[in-house]
Nanobody, 120 residues
Framework: QVQLMESGGGLVQAGDSLRLSCAAT????????MGWFRQAPGKEREFVAR????????YYGDSVRGRFTISRDNAVTTVYLQMTDLKPEDTAIYYC?????????????WGQGTQVTVSS
């Protein structure tokens, strides 16, 4: 059973950068894809980014493309989200997710979330 633990959230100002980390424990099966979602108060969950095990393929949500970069270190089964040029609209709880098959959302593993707050 994969367990995910996020870290790195906090309060920053607009234009700042922040890096989130998500460490997976409990084995590597279920971590073929690792990624991030976010949810702001009163809004639906939004896809942010994902990356595959081989680090050969990554995808980004439209609102973060060009500002956020996802990467992973398979030696420690950890995925990172480097966020730059942060905007107040990036304020949300950021959740890490992992899966063998990203299309099987019912089989995702989820972290507990980490708060990112961007002040203007």
């Amino acid at each position: 059973q994969v367990q995910l633990m996020e870290s790195g959230g906090g309060l920053v100002q607009a234009g700042d950068s922040l890096r989130l980390s998500c460490a997976a424990t409990g084995g590597t099966f279920g971590t073929n894809w690792m990624g991030w979602f976010r949810q702001a108060p009163g809004k639906e969950r939004e896809f942010v980014a994902r990356i595959n095990w081989r680090r050969s393929t990554s995808y980004y949500g439209d609102s973060v493309r060009g500002r956020f970069t996802i990467s992973r270190d398979n030696a420690v089964t950890t995925v990172y989200l480097q966020m730059t040029d942060l905007k107040p609209e990036d304020t949300a709880i950021y959740y890490c997710a992992s899966a063998e098959d990203w299309l099987q959302e019912n089989n995702y593993y989820w972290g507990q979330g980490t708060q990112v707050t961007v002040s203007s």
